[in-house]
């Protein structure tokens, strides 16, 4: 299989690239940083497993022209791992920043949608194809400071689920894994702008998933026999768990 998967350079993407290829499968890494892309690319066998897309996953025209250019047997996509995706910021909705909101829209919702729909096409012509969404266990429960955030990975939840309403008819699988507390990769050093001591605080006396385990799972879901569609995987860590309803007393 030929996967192309967005967010490539760190964490779950990372990791996924690395089931994938020690599984005999090729990758396209597309991720902004071409250092990371690089180093990741030799440490997968180089140029034969991995081919390299370094831009911004908003830059839908980039990776277009990009795709046209791949070498011959990377062309037809069977797999887009649509992961890239970012949190910023924690507070209350009344004082979170309007920035961090349009971008978490444009990464986790514009970029998705519209990568989404430029591959599809020749998914849906092959008969053969599969979407994984990364959303969140933030797209299901809500949290304080969760706000667009989770708003963003609910989208994706259901965007997903409306795909399959489109593509079940066209042997086109898709299927949305959505993590709990994650550590190991950058997501709280992005949620908190590089503030270190607040990422580290997310996991301190926890035990969290790491990026294996998610890549574990989107493995599984990817290599299931071609009839079966897993619509969606909930997991969290066993330390996790959906929170109480709140009540606030005077
Ligand atoms: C990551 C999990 O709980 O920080 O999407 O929203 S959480």
Redesign the pocket.
């Known amino acids: 299989m030929v996967i192309l998967i967005t967010g490539a350079s760190v964490g779950f993407g990372a990791a996924s690239a690395r089931k994938f290829v020690a599984n005999g499968h090729k990758v396209i890494l597309l991720a902004r940083r071409l250092e990371k892309l690089e180093a990741l690319q030799k440490e997968l066998g180089g140029e034969e497993n991995a081919q390299i897309i370094a831009c911004d996953v908003c830059d839908t025209a980039r990776i277009e022209s990009a795709l046209a250019n791949l070498a011959q047997d990377f062309k037809q996509i069977d797999v887009l791992l649509n992961n890239a995706g970012l949190?910023l910021g924690l507070q209350s909705a009344d004082e979170a920043n309007i920035a961090d909101w349009e971008e978490m829209i444009q990464t986790n919702v514009l970029a998705l949608v519209r990568l989404t729909r430029l591959l599809l096409p020749q998914m849906v012509a092959r008969k053969k194809g599969h979407i994984i969404n990364i959303g969140?266990?933030?797209g299901r429960y809500p949290y304080p400071g969760?706000n667009v955030y989770g708003a963003t990975k609910a989208f994706v939840r259901q965007f997903s689920l409306n795909l399959r309403a489109d593509l079940y008819d066209k042997h086109i699988r898709v299927s949305n894994i959505e993590?709990?507390?994650?550590g190991g990769s950058e997501?709280s050093l992005v949620r908190f702008k590089g503030d270190e001591k607040l990422a580290n605080a997310v996991y301190e006396g926890t035990k969290p998933l790491l990026p294996e385990d998610i890549a574990e799972a989107i493995f599984w879901v990817a290599t299931l026999p071609s009839h079966i569609n897993v619509n969606t995987i909930e997991l969290m860590p066993t330390i996790q768990a959906p929170a109480a309803l709140n009540v606030h007393k005077q």
């Open positions: 949190a969140s266990i933030a969760g993590p709990g507390l994650s997501f």
